[in-house]
DNA sequence: GTTAATAGTTAGTACTACGAACTATTAAAT
DNA sequence: ATTTAATAGTTCGTAGTACTAACTATTAAC
């Protein structure tokens, strides 16, 4: 139990504490990237850059967002000219995403707006706090990653009828 | 600098952070909850038992969900016979949300479903690393709570033409 | 007493999540 | 080897949410 600002809590749900800093975070996030007009889902083409030959599939496991919303995500990077599709030869049901020239020259822009937000949310930490955090957040994840969801991505073929 | 699975990490950024955790968790919220019945926004009915008096006003502020959204999202809870609007008479343009007697009961389960996913997610955690993480966490939504958003909800009143 | 601001509302647009079903392709079963 | 099942990506349709603009009723400000 501890005190703040006269609130006082026991240990917060985890809900609140997503919710609570989500939203600000996000909400600067995006403004801070208006200029590069760059659609909400920046973390696809920082995926890009970190993994060769994504497939959509790949992207949509990575970032935990479905193969159906993926698509139209994909498309409109591909719009604007930062991604393209190249079909894989050797299984040629996949496509791997891959940045464009112009993908990778916005990338650096990205980097720049996430380092000043963190840099804020994180400015009165010590190193060994931060570290202190991280290592939390990981051991939470490890936790829940595996929670049976109402939204996981089941794929199921069917006949005809 | 850490390490956890093979994956070296350099402190992660706080929106990498937010969805590692935040999916597998609402996800499983959800599920839990489906049972209940609930509209997703259970979050109101939370805050409509810590707070008395609540406008519609208040509870886009408290929960940073834009006011013509939570007209949809009240509409809802008062379909289900969770809550019901009640005029202030001190200012008619106000209306008190207020929890029904149906949604005051249904509140124990809500806190429960909370509860037990809170346990797994923080199951390994002593409680001066839990209290350290929750300092953390208060300390990173001071500093992002004042963010520039593109998510301000603004009031504009204009007039016709 | 007119003007401005506020609480709540409706209409309309855009994005995302999701289920179902489809095509093309590859893997597995027998 | 041929049938069957599974997979990557796609389209369609539905639902929820975010947001802008504009509106009504009411209250505050000048």
């Given amino acids: ?43 696809v083409l ?3 850059e970190e993994n060769k030959h994504c497939t959509q599939q ?5 970032l935990q967002i479905d193969k159906v919303s993926m698509v ?7 719009k604007q000219g930062f991604v393209k599709r ?4 050797k299984d040629r049901r996949e496509y791997f995403v891959e940045l464009t020239p112009k993908g990778q020259k916005i990338l650096p822009a990205i980097h720049k707006a996430i380092k000043e937000l ?12 931060r570290d202190a955090f991280d290592k939390a957040i990981i051991k939470v994840y490890h936790n829940v990653k595996h929670f049976p969801s109402s939204h996981v991505i089941v794929y199921k073929t069917k006949k005809k009828t």
């Fill in 1 to 43: 139990m501890a005190k703040e600002n006269g609130d006082t809590y026991i240990n917060m749900p985890l809900g609140k504490i997503c919710s609570m800093v989500t939203k600000p975070y996000y909400g600067a996030l995006t403004k801070k990237m208006e200029h590069l007009k760059l659609e909400k889902n920046f973390s």
């Fill in 46 to 48: 920082i995926l890009l």
């Fill in 58 to 62: 790949y992207i949509s496991d990575a």
């Fill in 72 to 78: 139209k995500i994909i498309d409109g990077f591909a």
């Fill in 86 to 89: 190249v079909q894989n030869p």
């Fill in 118 to 129: 963190n840099d804020i949310a994180f400015k009165d930490f010590t190193q060994k706090e």
